[in-house]
């Protein structure tokens, strides 16, 4: 399906280009499967976020205790193995 936020998209790159394009030969039974098939991959994907979210959204950790996040930090701290401070739950 396109929208007028597609054509008025196009428009401007033709302008840029300074060439008008072509219209590409499509079969609508093809581009209607293909259509089928993302649709159902975005409600898929909505309703793992909607899941994540009910989760707390909070990222899993290692049983070290150690985040994907920090892992895949190059500080050197990090890589030796340094203990990390930890903070008290106090004063919150």
Not at 52 to 67: H, I
């Amino acid at each position: 399906m396109v929208t007028q936020y597609d054509v008025e998209l196009v428009q401007r790159i033709e302008k840029v280009i300074d060439k008008k394009m072509e219209l590409w030969p499509t079969d609508k039974e093809e581009v209607m499967l293909l259509k089928e098939r993302v649709d159902e991959a975005a409600r898929l994907a909505i309703n793992e976020l909607k899941e994540e979210a009910k989760a707390g959204g909070k990222k899993r950790k290692r049983e070290d205790g150690v985040g994907k996040d920090e892992r895949d930090r190059d500080d050197d701290v990090v890589e030796a193995g340094v203990p990390r401070k930890r903070h008290s739950k106090r004063g919150r």
